[in-house]
């Protein structure tokens, strides 16, 4: 695949951005977008991502760096299927909601729950405003950790971040 070069420029008002992609050597076109255009593309470009991991397994996030949100806005219910639908405001992607089982809300419950009989910790530090930007939080968690953490309380030296392995599915096609 050929190297492409990509850059974004957000305009000084904040009400627009302007994206270049094209080849590293050769010309490419500035293409302005206003929030909702911007928006579109970034939902289109994850439904392609989306398409092109259909059927794959998806990786633990186990060992895996990932971009956090800071105390962002939220919304859970009871959902359609057998479960809870959780919703979160991401600064990045805007709104993205979850389906999630009956059985992974109780083991998710079960973490939050053994969390919250933790000693607290000093939060000075911490964003006091809904949605603060993003930093990059690691999700090592061994699988000895994993398998001690089961069926009792984690200690703060045990950590039991994890989630199950997952097949990701989708339509068998898509317009994009």
Same mark, same amino acid.
């Given at each position: ?16 951005v302007? &994206?270049?992609i094209?080849?590293?050597e050769?010309p490419?076109?500035?293409?302005e ?9 970034i939902n ?5 991502r ?12 186990d060992?895996?760096?990932?971009e ?10 009871v959902?359609?299927i057998?479960g809870?639908?959780?919703a ?7 709104p993205?909601a ?9 083991? &998710?419950?079960? &973490?939050?729950s053994a969390?919250?009989?933790?000693p607290?910790f ?10 603060s ?12 950790d ?12 045990a950590?039991?971040?994890w ?8 339509p068998?096609?898509?317009?994009l």
């Open positions: 695949m050929a190297q492409a070069r990509v850059g974004v420029r957000v305009a000084d008002d904040r009400k627009s302007t &994206i270049e094209g080849p590293v050769g490419s076109s500035p293409v977008l206003d929030l909702e255009q911007l928006t579109k593309v289109l470009l994850g439904k392609a989306g398409f092109m991991l259909d059927g794959s397994r998806v990786e633990p996030l060992g895996k760096t990932v956090t949100v800071g105390n962002p806005v939220w919304y859970a219910q959902a359609q057998d809870s639908l959780l979160f405001e991401h600064p990045s992607y805007g993205v979850f389906a999630i089982p009956r059985s992974d809300v109780a083991e &998710i419950v079960r &973490i939050l969390h919250l009989a933790l607290t000093n939060q000075s530090n911490q964003a006091e405003t809904r949605g930007p993003l930093r990059t939080v690691d999700l090592s968690v061994t699988k000895a994993r398998n001690q953490s089961r069926g009792r309380l984690p200690t703060p030296s950590a039991v971040y989630v199950r392995d997952v097949l990701v599915s989708g068998a096609s898509a317009s």
